[in-house]
Structure formats: C-alpha cells, structure tokens
Nanobody
Framework: QVQLVESGGGFVQAGGALRLSCVASGSIFSINAMGWYRQAPGKQRELVANITRGGSTNYADSVKGRFAISRDDAKNTVYLQMNSLKPEDTAVYYC???????????????WGQGTQVTVSS
C-alpha cells in the first residue's frame, strides 16, 4: 500500500511563512509528478503547484512569486515553501503524487489527508 502524509500546517499571521512537507511511503517503485492542492471552505479544490520528476514546476497565478515547490526524491518528499502569506491562502492543503508500485504497471494518483493552514489578518 502507499500513503502520503502531510505536515507543517498551522496558524500564522499575514505576511508570515510556513513550509509544508509531504512524505510518500509504502511499496513505491517510482514517483512521477507531485503536487499541492488546497480547498477553502465552500470552494472547490484548486491546484496550488506541481513539479515533475524532471523538476519542471507550475504554479497557480495567485501564489506565483510567493510559494515555491520542491522535491527530494531520495526521501520521496515534496515541499511547499509558502511566504508572504495572505488570509485568502487559508485552506486545507493536500498533496498528491503519481506513483508506480512494485509489481504493478502504470502510475496511479494518490492523495494525502490534508493539513490545515490558517492565515490571520
């Protein structure tokens, strides 16, 4: 089985910073793209950023210049450095990853359970 576990969420004042981590564990053969999404109350889940195995990144316009996604493949971990946080960044943040498991063919998408980020004004 495969698990993704996020950490690093919390409560921060506007202008502050947080660093989220997401560790993938289990019978992992290979990880392709990894990403971060968020969902605010009453809103749809939206892409925040993603990163390919080759290191190419993509960001939502609302976070460009403030957030940075990175990954450590030796640790099966993806990070999201969030700077200059705004109240509108308040949401549950989820990581996802396209993972190939040992003994299987193809990549499947897995999700973490989410971590709350709250930014006060």
């Amino acid at each position: 089985q495969v698990q993704l576990v996020e950490s690093g969420g919390g409560f921060v004042q506007a202008g502050g910073a947080l660093r989220l981590s997401c560790v993938a564990s289990g019978s992992i053969f290979s990880i392709n793209a990894m990403g971060w999404y968020r969902q605010a109350p009453g809103k749809q889940r939206e892409l925040v950023a993603n990163i390919t195995r080759g290191g190419s990144t993509n960001y939502a316009d609302s976070v460009k210049g403030r957030f940075a996604i990175s990954r450590d493949d030796a640790k099966n971990t993806v990070y999201l450095q969030m700077n200059s946080l705004k109240p509108e960044d308040t949401a549950v943040y989820y990581c996802d990853a396209d993972i190939s498991r040992w003994g299987t063919i193809g990549y499947f998408n897995y999700w973490g359970q989410g971590t709350q980020v709250t930014v006060s004004s």
